[in-house]
């Protein structure tokens, strides 16, 4: 199994930045593919970024394209999630995953980092 742990959320103001990160212990990061997620209050969770193991590959929901930034390095088994030009609608519970490349879906989950974007 593969432990992840996320951190970097807080309370930023319309148009600001954040960086989320992820750190992962357990298996070796580099068998997994990454993504974050976010849950906002009463809403489904939905699909941020993910990241291919190697991190050659990225993919992102519409909504972050052109604003956010997802990453990754093996050697400090860490994937991360640059945000910028935040709004108030991404004010959510965000979530980073793993899932090995067999999988369909994410088998891992983090606890969650609140971010709060205030106008």
């Known amino acids: 199994q593969v432990q992840l742990v996320e951190s970097g959320g807080g309370l930023v103001q319309t148009g600001g930045s954040l960086r989320l990160s992820c750190a992962a212990s357990g298996r070796p990061f580099n068998n997994y593919g990454m993504g974050w997620f976010r849950q906002a209050p009463g809403q489904e969770r939905e699909y941020v970024a993910s990241i291919s193991w190697s991190g050659i590959n990225t993919y992102y929901a519409d909504f972050a394209e052109g604003r956010f930034t997802i990453s990754r390095d093996n050697a400090k088994n860490t994937a991360w999630l640059q945000m910028s030009s935040l709004k108030s609608e991404d004010t959510a519970v965000y979530y980073c995953?793993?899932?090995?490349?067999?999988?369909?879906?994410?088998?891992?989950w983090g606890q969650g980092t609140q971010v709060t974007v205030s106008s």
């Open positions: 995953a793993a899932r090995t490349p067999q999988s369909a879906e994410y088998e891992y």
